[in-house]
């Protein structure tokens, strides 16, 4: 069976956990899209290069989940080379055998427009900055500022900016347990699958 669900939304809304729990509910393979990014920023020298010549070892990587790790990797995730470079990678992904689940910013929008299902899941920044707070530590303000910058690139980028897909189901997380979001996404994919013929 071919089926990919396209999850997306911007920096610590929830994406990850909804993501994993969505794959192992329904046994479809998960591709987190943004440690592709990470790997090329943490990488250093010509991003275009490094986006051309990623391997596994670059994505297993212990130092990916810093702030540092998300800043480096939304300033070379603005390259439209490096996009290019990863795109197939991630097509092909999807449309693996047995069910693919991708999380990211473009999933829906640029690189599985035919997706089965998708969703954006959001939250407002203070949230998501209290969220991201939580896991990294620090000083809160500047916590908050990486991610306001960081949505702001994100968002602002003339390739493959971040937005929901018109046929987008929308999760916002801000007010919602681990469990409600995850029991959304599920049932959102649950449904689709339910009207698959055969
Ligand atoms: O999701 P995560 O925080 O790991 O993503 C890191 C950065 O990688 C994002 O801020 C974004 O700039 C970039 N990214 C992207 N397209 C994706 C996934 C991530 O541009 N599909």
Same mark, same amino acid.
């Given at each position: 069976?071919?089926?990919?669900? *396209?999850?997306?939304?911007?920096?610590?809304?929830?994406?990850?956990?909804?993501?994993?729990?969505?794959?192992?509910?329904?046994?479809?393979?998960? !591709? =987190?899209?943004?440690?592709?990014?990470?790997?090329?920023?943490?990488?250093?020298?010509?991003?275009?290069?490094?986006? #051309?010549?990623?391997?596994?070892? =670059? &994505?297993?990587?212990?130092? $990916?989940?810093?702030?540092?790790?998300?800043?480096?990797?939304?300033?070379?995730?603005?390259?439209?080379?490096? +996009?290019?470079? @990863? !795109?197939?990678?991630?097509?092909?992904?999807?449309?693996?055998?047995?069910?693919?689940? $991708? =999380?990211? +910013?473009?999933?829906?929008?640029?690189?599985?427009?035919?997706?089965?299902?998708? @969703?954006?899941?959001? *939250?407002?920044?203070?949230?998501?900055?209290? #969220?991201?707070? @939580?896991?990294?530590?620090?000083?809160?303000?500047?916590?908050?500022?990486?991610?306001?910058?960081?949505?702001? #690139?994100?968002?602002?980028?003339?390739?493959?900016? &971040?937005?929901?897909?018109?046929?987008?189901?929308?999760?916002?997380?801000?007010?919602?347990?681990?469990?409600?979001?995850?029991? !959304? *996404?599920? *049932?959102?994919?649950?449904?689709? &699958?339910?009207?698959?013929?055969?």
């Amino acid at each position: 069976m071919i089926f990919t669900v *396209a999850i997306d939304g911007p920096a610590a809304a929830g994406k990850g956990t909804i993501s994993r729990a969505v794959a192992e509910r329904f046994g479809f393979a998960h !591709l =987190d899209t943004g440690a592709l990014y990470r790997a090329v920023g943490a990488k250093g020298g010509d991003p275009v290069a490094a986006a #051309r010549n990623l391997v596994p070892a =670059d &994505l297993a990587r212990d130092d $990916l989940r810093t702030l540092e790790a998300g800043q480096a990797a939304s300033r070379v995730a603005v390259i439209p080379e490096v +996009r290019a470079a @990863l !795109l197939e990678f991630q097509r092909r992904f999807a449309r693996r055998e047995g069910g693919a689940v $991708l =999380d990211g +910013r473009d999933i829906a929008t640029v690189i599985c427009p035919d997706a089965e299902v998708k @969703l954006y899941v959001t *939250a407002s920044a203070e949230i998501r900055a209290h #969220r991201r707070w @939580l896991e990294v530590g620090g000083d809160p303000a500047q916590v908050l500022a990486e991610v306001r910058e960081r949505d702001a #690139r994100d968002m602002g980028r003339a390739d493959a900016p &971040l937005r929901a897909a018109e046929d987008a189901v929308v999760i916002d997380t801000s007010d919602l347990s681990v469990d409600a979001a995850v029991a !959304l *996404a599920t *049932a959102a994919v649950a449904r689709r &699958l339910g009207d698959r013929p055969g």
